[in-house]
């Protein structure tokens, strides 16, 4: 018996050769799913991990794969590798949804909805909202920003020969990317799906009627394997049909009643001839429930708020002031009359010490001419010469630090310590030597 490392290199061999053959033959995706097929049929390994980046796995709902973790990025209200289980909770969970475990979901209070998308009330909205509060539950089916809404099949025909099976649609949109999302759902269960671009919607508000349209001129839809309608125990297979021959363009549009209800129609060409040929109706008809959280300012129709003049105090303000200015003018008028009445007050001129001094007041002109000074060694001021005449103002100006406070020190004659010279002159005397 040959030793347990050659039989190992000799099966290594031998994969390696059948490789290789394959890689001759067969193209990458056949290789893939041979291998996928020995997995399988090995009791006990375990199934291959989910990389969406393989050709063996895809992402429902056309959603985008994140080539750094090979998981699928699901839309809201879908999760699982491949984005084909529904979530349950709410909207205001973010990723932190759960995925539906059994045949139903429990949606949290004021959400409704196969996979809980649908807003009913606007404190469910809350949560949504920057602030925690003001949110509201828009209804109207109009899209603003994303827009839910969960609908049922109202054909009779269709009704009729599903024999009990509850048929529903669900229909998103976002309206800054221009795209909306349909799925089909027979008991709650997802059959196929349609990714619509390009979308353009439009809505009607009068007094009798409110409507919505949408129109998405480029769509492309796919069957979920084994589902109902997609080869499901026998049931007829829109696979191929629907990724060949559904393209667009598609139309949904909605009127709307009481209690928040819309009646809808779902139209694509090839769809609606899909329907005449199997049910012998027109097209997918739906009564559907619309939500979409918006703060409050976002609401179609918002008006801010109109301050409320508050008029008494208005009135009274202004009266107020018509009183004081009364008030000003008859003090004034009293004022003025008592001032006439006693004269003019006049000071004696004799207790006036200021015309005392002026009596031997001598007018005198200062002349000075080669004022220069000088500290450490440092030229502070050089050759200064100026008159300043009796009655004048004469201004001395110079930048910060030129010696203004050291010219004024010398022309009053105080003590400095450095040196300084020049001729001062009071109305032509000499009065003072350089020292």
């Known amino acids: 018996m040959s030793p347990p490392s050659i039989r ?112 009913t009330e606007d404190r469910a909205c809350d949560a949504l909202m920057e602030t925690g509060e003001d949110g509201v539950c828009y209804q109207n089916g109009e899209v603003i920003k994303n827009n839910y809404q969960m609908c049922g099949v109202t054909n009779e025909k269709i009704l009729s020969m599903l024999d009990g099976k509850i048929p529903q649609a669900s229909f998103t949109c976002d309206k800054q990317n221009g795209f909306c999302d349909f799925q089909f759902w027979v008991d709650r ?22 409507s919505t349209y949408y129109k998405c001129p480029e769509v492309k839809c796919g069957c979920i394997t084994d589902r109902f309608l997609c080869g499901l125990e026998g049931s007829i297979d829109l696979t191929d049909f629907l990724r060949e021959a559904v393209e667009g363009p598609a139309t949904f549009e909605c009127m709307q009643h009481d209690g928040g209800v819309n009646t809808c129609k779902f139209k694509e060409p ?8 199997i049910f012998g109706d027109e097209s997918i008809e739906l009564d559907c429930r619309s939500g979409e959280c918006l703060y409050h300012t976002e609401v179609p129709g918002y008006q801010r708020p109109v301050k409320t003049i508050n008029t008494p105090l208005i009135a009274g303000v202004i009266a107020g002031c018509s009183l004081f200015v009364v008030a000003v003018i008859l003090v004034t008028w009293y004022l003025s009359r008592r001032q006439y009445q006693y004269g003019a007050i006049h000071l004696d001129d004799s207790d006036d010490e200021s015309t005392k001094l002026m009596a031997d007041h001598k007018p005198a002109t200062l002349f000075f001419e080669n004022v220069s000074y000088g500290l450490n060694g440092k030229a502070i001021l050089s050759d200064i010469r100026g008159i300043a005449h009796p009655g004048e103002i004469t201004a001395i100006m110079g930048a910060s630090g030129a010696g203004k406070t050291s010219f004024l020190d010398i022309l009053a004659r105080k003590n400095k310590r450095g040196h300084f010279s020049g001729d001062f002159y009071v109305n032509g005397e000499k009065f003072m030597r350089p020292s």
């Not at 000799?10 to 097929?37: E, H, I, K, P």
């Not at 349609?194 to 009068?206: K, V």
């Not at 090839?270 to 040929?277: C, K």
């Open 8 to 119: 190992l290199v000799a099966l290594g061999v031998v994969s390696l050769s059948c490789v290789v053959a394959a890689q001759r033959n067969y193209t990458q995706v056949d290789m893939m799913r041979a291998q996928l097929a020995l997995l399988d049929d090995r009791p006990g390994d375990c199934p291959p991990c989910f990389n969406c980046q393989l050709p063996a796995y895809e992402c429902g709902q056309f959603a985008e794969c994140n080539p750094f973790n090979g998981k699928c990025e699901c839309p809201a209200g879908f999760g699982g590798d491949d984005c084909l289980q529904p979530t349950c909770g709410s909207l205001a969970r973010g990723r932190d949804r759960p995925i539906r475990s059994g045949d139903t979901c429990e949606c949290d209070d004021g959400w409704t909805g196969v996979n809980c998308n649908v807003c």
């Open 270 to 277: 090839q769809l609606d001839w899909m329907v005449r040929s």
């Open 189 to 210: 269960v997802e059959s196929f799906y349609c990714h619509l671009d390009n979308c353009e919607s439009s809505a009607t508000f009068t007094s009798d009627q409110n």
